[in-house]
């Protein structure tokens, strides 16, 4: 998870701000997408979906025709990995990487956009209690003992619920309700 993750001196308090750029073909050192996947532990599927969804800027390519990274590109890696392992949205990443960590302005909108993460949080998580109390409740309906299993029955219960409910009115002929199959483990 995050915890996991290490500081770098671009995210610590005091570094200093070094733009989103790519440094002089000539000079700069190059990672194919493996070597860039590797550094940044993020997978080469990711790494090409990002590129898909514009997360990352354009790259250039070999002679070879195979992708090539920079070590910036690698930083942005990890800092949309640390994002995705808060479980920020594509577009949250995206807002987040377009700022500029030296411009005050950019400040206000990075705390917005936090905010607004935060409170998704917060729904998810009543969510998650809600569906922590459902669960406990199929898991008492059986101990076990019965000729029957009366989760399992429940849970079958729902589903027939759950289609009707999912039927456009009228549309749905009037059913039988469904024989389950008992098995018997011996």
């Known amino acids: 998870m995050i915890r996991k993750l290490k500081v770098t001196s671009r995210s610590s308090p005091g570094s200093s701000f070094m733009p989103f750029t790519t440094p002089h073909p000539a ?3 190059v ?5 860039a996947a590797r550094l940044s532990g993020v997978s080469t599927a990711n790494i090409r979906y990002y590129e898909k969804e514009k997360l990352l ?3 250039g390519r070999g002679d070879n025709s195979y992708r090539m990274y920079s070590k910036q590109t690698v930083h942005e890696l990890r800092f949309i990995r640390l994002c995705r392992a808060m479980d920020m949205s594509l577009d ?5 990487l377009g700022l500029d960590l030296a411009n005050k302005t950019h400040c ?4 917005t956009a936090l905010d607004a993460h935060l409170g998704h949080v917060r729904e998810r998580l009543a969510e998650l209690k809600l569906l922590e109390q459902d669960l406990k409740g ?3 309906r059986c101990d076990g003992t019965g000729a029957t299993c009366n989760l399992i029955e429940a849970l079958h219960a729902q589903a027939d619920d759950l289609s009707a409910s999912l039927a456009p009115l009228g549309k749905l002929p009037a059913q039988q309700p469904v024989k389950r199959r008992v098995t018997r483990h011996v």
């Open 108 to 111: 206000a909108t990075a705390r």
């Open 27 to 29: 000079t700069a050192v």
């Open 92 to 96: 949250e990443v995206r807002t987040l």
């Open 31 to 35: 990672y194919l997408i493996g070597e």
């Open 57 to 59: 800027s354009a790259h």
């Open 138 to 140: 199929l898991r008492e």
